[in-house]
């Protein structure tokens, strides 16, 4: 019922689900998990999942994964891994509506920082874990900018399934994410350089030493990520929105929305799908440079890859790495670069790149309204901001940003960027070309004095 395959249509070459891949043996492109649906039969509506929620004392219904069983079915269900992921909630926020420019009721966040290790990376890790017990792995590994790490630590030391081994690049990873690694118990690996070395790195190692490799190259963690759009449908009653906004790093969300959104028209559970808009950083834009200014795109299966290739020796030759505030997505060879550009096909979708003061500054406000994010998460509400300042999104769009990682994950951005220390504003911020922090909220600082604390309570509140 399930098998992998090629995502070159000039290749398509297919292999068992038997196999541990991250490429096509043949031609080197990405692989996808691909089903026979008329054998696995779906569901002919996607109000078939509600009476999961009835039997939410079944861990696999309770499951925000688990519970679409229905639409990643690669594994028996006595096969399924879970701890209790995906209990994530779609929020509307009128006030974060506003600073975008939309209308009241016309913008959500889907806060994934709600999974149990404070990302969406849970999502897929619940699929490859799943996968990798199927074909008994000992040891998983990744590379990362700290939550893939920290979702594969976590799995790691509650089901003891599997050891974790990580790779991080040395001054990369905020200390949220590194002390998630270290307390779950992962074997920590700092790279003396940064995610794409890091990337590099663990692609050789795993091959080498057999170890099951749990970056978005892995096919299957992708089926787990669709879910995120089956949970921001199924809280909008099964109507989909106009927009999704999601940040783009490695682009493994970006093209699990798109894989997810093609098979339910595939299947004829959604007649129209959202418009999808990837933001990058504008310190890590290799998604915006090939596809709004180098004219990269998927081609029917045949994306013209000399373009990137001959960006990326552009870049070695300027010696220019990946900077950025939003270290989750300081990201300049991102992996899944061909699924996103399919994504965007099926999606009718826009790239763009917004600044690191646009990112605190949707960040901050993000917070004001009540779901904290990381510097990353904030990029789909900046580029949010941004698309509907140029008029590519409408005043009455219904939009959804993807939340991507809980505001715990780096606090140092946070502080720096509230703080009334302008050495600490300088180093962490200044250094970004951050200017100014608009929309800080500084704390007063008081002698210990019970008559000046008062008076700044009354003068401050
Ligand atoms: N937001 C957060 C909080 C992330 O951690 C990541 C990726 C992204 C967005 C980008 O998502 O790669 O699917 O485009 N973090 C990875 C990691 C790279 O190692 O934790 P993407």
């Not at 509506?45 to 009476?51: A, G, R």
Request: proline share 3%; hydrophobic share 40%; net charge negative.
């Amino acid at each position: 019922m399930a098998f992998q395959q090629c995502v070159s249509s000039v290749c398509g070459a297919t292999y068992g689900i038997d196999e541990a891949l991250v490429a096509c043996r043949s031609c080197g492109s990405l692989l996808d998990v691909t089903y026979d649906w008329q054998r696995v039969g779906p569901p002919e509506s996607l109000t078939y999942f509600e009476q999961k929620w009835s039997r939410r004392l079944d861990p696999i219904c309770f499951s925000g994964i688990w519970r679409f069983h229905e639409l990643l079915p690669f594994a028996p269900a006595d096969q399924l891994v879970t701890i209790g992921e995906g209990q994530t909630l779609l929020h509307a926020s009128d006030g974060v509506a506003k600073y975008v420019g939309l209308n009241a009721s016309g913008l959500h966040l889907q806060y994934e920082g709600m999974n149990p290790s404070g990302s969406f990376k849970d999502n897929g890790m619940a699929a490859a874990f799943t996968h990798a017990r199927m074909i008994g792995a000992q040891r998983a590994a990744c590379a990362s900018t700290g939550n893939t790490s920290a979702s594969l630590a976590l799995y790691c030391s509650v089901t003891k399934l599997m050891r974790a081994i990580i790779f991080v690049g040395s001054g990369k990873i905020s200390y949220g994410k590194l002390s998630q690694a270290l307390d779950y118990g992962a074997l920590t690996v700092q790279i003396a350089g940064d995610f794409d070395d890091a990337m590099d790195r663990v692609k050789e190692v795993s091959r080498d030493l057999g170890i099951y490799l749990v970056n978005s190259v892995n096919p299957f963690r992708l089926e787990g990520q669709k879910t995120i759009m089956l949970r921001v449908l199924e809280a909008l009653h099964w109507n989909p929105p106009d927009w999704i906004v999601v940040p783009g790093g490695n682009l493994g969300n970006s093209s699990a929305f798109g894989k997810a959104f093609a098979e339910l028209k595939h299947l004829g559970l959604l007649d129209c799908v959202p418009r999808l808009a990837i933001i990058n950083a504008a310190g890590a834009n290799t998604l915006d440079q090939l596809y709004q200014h180098r004219g990269l795109r998927w081609n029917d299966g045949a994306p013209d890859m000399s373009i990137a290739n001959n960006y990326y020796d552009e870049l070695d030759a300027r010696n220019q790495r990946a900077d950025t505030i939003a270290s989750a997505i300081e990201i300049n060879r991102p992996v899944n670069l061909v699924k996103a550009l399919r994504a965007l096909d099926v999606c009718d979708g826009v790239v763009r790149e917004v600044s690191d003061q646009e990112i605190l500054d949707a960040k901050a406000q993000v917070g004001a309204n009540g779901l904290g994010c990381e510097p990353a998460s904030a990029a789909s509400v900046a580029g949010a901001k941004l698309l509907r300042d140029q008029g590519v999104i409408a005043p009455s769009d219904r939009v959804v940003c993807i939340l991507t990682g809980h505001q715990l994950k780096d606090p140092t951005a946070t502080v720096a960027y509230h703080t009334t220390d302008q050495e600490m504003f300088n180093k962490v911020l200044g250094a970004r070309g951050v200017k100014r922090a608009s929309f800080a909220n500084r704390a007063v600082a008081v002698s210990n004095d019970l008559d000046e604390i008062k008076q700044a309570i009354r003068l401050y509140s």
